[in-house]
């Protein structure tokens, strides 16, 4: 199992910028994916950026194309999400997410997931 901390959540105005951190600690490998999806009250949990570790490959939903960016940083066992140009639409809580193995295909299941960390809020206003 991978444990999950995610951080960086917050209020910020529609246009602005947050960055969103997710540390992963535990029986983590080189071969292992992780993401971010984001869920709104009433609504399915819904994918938004995933990486592959390994390879850097990257999946976004069409959503977030051109404004949000997954980085690692492999010393750091991090991942981290740039979202700008924010929308209010953007506002929801931010899962951070693994898999035991690469991802090969764009829009995942939450399912396809094997942990998960708390969430951090992220509230845009217009």
């Known amino acids: 199992q991978v444990q999950l901390v995610e951080s960086g959540g917050g209020l910020v105005q529609a246009g602005g910028s947050l960055r969103l951190s997710c540390a992963a600690s535990g029986r983590t490998s080189t071969s292992y994916a992780m993401g971010w999806f984001r869920q709104v009250p009433g609504k399915e949990r819904e994918f938004v950026i995933g990486i592959n570790w390994s390879s850097g490959n990257t999946y976004y939903a069409d959503s977030v194309k051109g404004r949000f960016t997954i980085s690692r940083d492999a010393a750091k066992n991090t991942v981290y999400l740039q979202m700008n140009s924010l929308k209010p639409e953007d506002t929801a809580l931010y899962y951070c997410?693994?898999?035991?193995?690469?991802?090969?295909?764009?829009?995942?299941?939450?399912?396809?997931?094997?942990?998960w960390g708390q969430g951090t809020q992220v509230t845009v206003s217009s």
């Open positions: 997410t693994a898999r035991g193995g690469p991802l090969y295909y764009n829009n995942p299941r939450p399912d396809d997931f094997d942990s």
